[in-house]
């Protein structure tokens, strides 16, 4: 989505999340809750005391702040709004397939922070974009 190409090759592409959906390659799928909240329990249980989300972040960021003790990598590369406002470098999101019982138009994603060390929630309208990872199905 990123128009500027250094800037996609540095944060990656961000993803409606009707896309999200279907862009993980064949035998891997979007996450759900229960996935992320399994890697959450494992992580909280063999990080040696250092913070889900600062155990997954990128060490490689501008701030610094993360550790990515596991590999996953987590760069801080943002989000954009569907009619405009956009936001990389500061918090890193990444789908989920929980939509919100709410409001049919959004879903959820979970959410690195630069300064913070939680891995959190984040709803978004099904319209905006933001990162994807995929996990084995």
């Not at 909280?44 to 610094?64: D, P, R, W």
């Not at 936001?87 to 922070?113: I, P, V």
Request: proline letters at 1%; charged letters at 30%; one cysteine or more.
């Amino acid at each position: 989505l990123y128009q500027n190409v250094s800037i996609c090759s540095k944060f990656g592409r961000l993803y409606d999340w009707e896309t999200a959906e279907i862009v993980c390659p064949t035998g891997w799928k979007l996450p759900s809750e229960n996935d992320y909240e399994e890697l959450t329990e494992y992580m909280e249980k063999n990080s040696n005391g250092v913070a889900v989300g600062t155990s997954l972040k990128s060490k490689y960021n501008k701030y610094g702040v993360g550790k990515d003790i596991w590999g996953f990598s987590g760069v801080l590369s943002g989000y954009k709004y569907k009619y405009g406002g956009a936001n990389y470098n500061m918090d890193g999101f990444y789908w989920t397939t929980e939509e919100s019982e709410k409001d049919e138009n959004k879903a959820f994603a979970r959410s690195l922070r630069y300064d913070e060390g939680y891995f959190g929630w984040h709803v978004f309208e099904k319209t905006d974009y933001v990162s994807v990872r995929c996990v084995r199905d």
